[in-house]
């Protein structure tokens, strides 16, 4: 009798433990279930009107080349003067600096003077020689040969630049024709900005080789390049004109996440090196600025000369600038929420749009034609007013057929 009891004493503490847990377990279930089957309410907005032109904001990028240093030649003696001076420009024939009363002077040449020149030398220094002496005005003659013209442009320079004259035993003038490299400094460009001075007035001339001047990067073009659009069916949940859906996508029929995939902002095509993506405009694109007009870009996304001279202009030191890309509007183009757009079960892009709250709703078969990622334009919906849907149930998705 006394095992009875005990038995039915364990079962009673069982049952009162036991029962609880079954109780919320179930409860805890249905409570899941019930919190994963709820979707977002879908939301009516209203479609924004059909747009006459597409906005998308671009990146006016600069791409600068390094300039090479300018290098001493084989100088000797002291630092009488320096011709240079930061942040202004160095031109062919300036006066570089003054050594042992000598002015030295750039020389934009194809390369280097490397060896003394004399009458009847040949050679391609020669010509570099005879170029040069026309650029400052001095005679000099054709080709490369070393001919009397150039003799008396190279007897020219000498006063020019107050060369002593060297003398024999007996006292007579010698070398007054011959033209010495020492006299210039090797220019790699016609003109350049200087950054940064290696000469020190009183200090003995710098060795050959030696950077006696840097100079500031050179801007050599610009390239327009989309700033971060690439189009996206996903908009964040504060950007969004409702909750966003979280349909399956296989419930919807749709590959994905169940939003239409728009690839690519229209107008670019991937870069080759996997960057940012490559700029095309529609024709009869400008550029603007602040609301400003700043000049035509092609449909290729190159820059017309007048437009690139205002946008280098714009981009002074920088590296790079936002601009807005202005484009006609393809014809019937309407802004909308990106959660408005969905794809149906074979792929295509719909909307659904009611005309009054009353209305039924109405599935229209959609493209994109631009915009940004959160509020694209599409082509397809018939003009005036409408509500389109926001995270439309699945039962709307479903009617989404090409």
Request: charged share 20%.
């Amino acid at each position: 009798m006394t095992g009875v009891k005990r038995l039915l004493g364990i079962l009673a503490v069982l049952t009162w433990i036991g029962v609880p847990l079954v109780v919320a377990g179930v409860l805890t279930a249905r409570s899941e279930r019930s919190v994963r089957s709820e979707q977002p309410a879908s939301v009516w907005v209203m479609a924004g009107p059909v747009e006459t032109e597409v906005r998308r904001t671009v990146a006016a990028r600069a791409e600068w080349r390094e300039l090479p240093p300018l290098l001493a030649p084989a100088w000797s003696g002291l630092v009488e003067e320096v011709g240079l001076r930061v942040g202004e420009p160095v031109r062919s024939g300036d006066t570089v600096a003054v050594i042992d009363g000598i002015p030295r002077l750039a020389a934009a040449t194809e390369r280097p003077f490397s060896r003394r020149l004399v009458r009847d030398d040949r050679g391609q220094d020669v010509a570099d020689l005879n170029a040069w002496l026309a650029s400052i005005g001095h005679e000099a003659s054709d080709g490369d040969l070393f001919g009397a013209a150039t003799q008396r442009g190279v007897f020219a320079l000498r006063q020019d630049l107050n060369v002593p004259s060297e003398v024999d035993e007996f006292g007579q003038p010698i070398d007054l024709y011959t033209f010495d490299p020492a006299w210039v400094v090797f220019l790699g460009q016609v003109e350049a900005t200087v950054s940064s001075i290696g000469l020190q007035v009183g200090a003995p001339a710098p060795p050959a080789g030696s950077a006696i001047a840097e100079f500031t990067p050179r801007l050599v073009s610009v390239k327009l390049e989309l700033a971060g659009q690439t189009m996206s069916a996903g908009p964040s949940p504060d950007e969004s004109a409702g909750p966003t859906s979280t349909t399956d996508a296989s419930e919807a029929g749709a590959p994905g996440t169940g939003g239409p995939d728009l690839g690519s902002a229209p107008g670019s095509t991937p870069s080759a090196d996997g960057g940012s993506p490559l700029l095309t405009a529609a024709e009869g694109a400008t550029l603007e600025r602040s609301g400003q007009e700043i000049g035509p870009v092609g449909s290729d996304g190159s820059l017309p000369a007048d437009t690139e001279a205002a946008v280098i202009w714009l981009l002074g030191d920088a590296s790079t600038i936002s601009l807005q890309l202005v484009e006609p509007a393809p014809p019937g183009a309407r802004a909308l929420p990106a959660n408005t757009l969905f794809t149906g079960p074979a792929g295509a892009t719909c909307v659904a749009s009611r005309a009054t709250p009353e209305a039924e709703t109405t599935v229209h078969l959609v493209r994109p034609a631009g915009g940004t990622s959160t509020q694209p334009l599409v082509v397809g919906l018939p003009e005036g007013d409408m509500e389109v849907q926001a995270n439309p149930p699945l039962t709307v998705r479903r009617k989404c057929r090409s």
